[in-house]
T-cell receptor, first 111, second 111 residues
Framework: EPEVTQTPSHQVTQMGQEVILRCVPI?????FYWYRQILGQKVEFLVS????????KSEIFDDQFSVERPDGSNFTLKIRSTKLEDSAMYFC?????????FGPGTRLTVL | GEDVEQSLFLSVREGDSSVINCTYT??????LYWYKQEPGAGLQLLTY?????DMKQDQRLTVLLNKKDKHLSLRIADTQTGDSAIYFC???????????FGTGTRLQVFP
């Protein structure tokens, strides 16, 4: 059964550096999402992406964040200048109109 | 505002039924979901229910929805040690892409 994959599984970066988190959704998915979970907190929605554009974003998803799907398969989340509080587990999800299938997550640690 | 709450822990004996409960505040939910997270893994979609349904059964899983009380439950029949995980309830509101997650309930199954 195909699964959503994410790379890397763990990323350590210095504060102020740019990071790119990568996701490969299942091929027939039309909708794509990023969520994050700060340690000890709830899973929070960041952004949704449909038809090659952002369809919805949360207050967390400020100018520091961007998403793209450059080649029709990879779906990336870029954080331009990381802060300590960006340390979290980042989950990518893909699906149809009513379902969201999650990847295993990338743990981002900002030092 | 939007809020989804779950109890943090549940401990059951192998072979017994488990019932994981969830309450939500926003009555405009369209779909409600249950996800399972095993250690080191992503969020696995277990089942979901449309808000105009009262019940959905899928093998050992039974979802009950009480829309009046804004209460959702997941019953796992014949609980096995492999069911030990964190279970997340999530809701999707009308006209939005995002899922709003609960805190997660850690289910521990003992022999």
């Amino acid at each position: 059964e195909p699964e959503v994959t994410q790379t890397p599984s763990h990323q350590v970066t210095q504060m102020g550096q740019e990071v790119i988190l990568r996701c490969v959704p299942i091929s027939n998915h039309l909708y794509f999402y990023w969520y994050r979970q700060i340690l000890g907190q709830k899973v929070e929605f960041l952004v949704s992406f449909y038809n090659n554009e952002i369809s919805e974003k949360s207050e967390i998803f400020d100018d520091q964040f961007s998403v793209e799907r450059p080649d029709g398969s990879n779906f990336t989340l870029k954080i331009r200048s990381t802060k300590l509080e960006d340390s979290a587990m980042y989950f990518c999800a893909g699906g149809g109109e009513n379902t969201q299938y999650f990847g295993p997550g990338t743990r981002l640690t900002v030092l | 505002g939007e809020d989804v709450e779950q109890s943090l822990f549940l401990s059951v004996r192998e072979g017994d039924s488990s019932v994981i409960n969830c309450t939500y505040t926003d009555s405009s939910s369209t779909y409600l979901y249950w996800y399972k997270q095993e250690p080191g893994a992503g969020l696995q979609l277990l089942t979901y229910i449309f808000s105009n349904m009262d019940m959905k059964q899928d093998q050992r899983l039974t979802v009950l929805l009480n829309k009046k009380d804004k209460h959702l439950s997941l019953r796992i029949a014949d609980t096995q040690t492999g069911d030990s995980a964190i279970y997340f309830c999530a809701e999707r509101l009308h006209n939005t892409d995002k899922l709003i997650f609960g805190t997660g309930t850690r289910l521990q199954v003992f022999p």
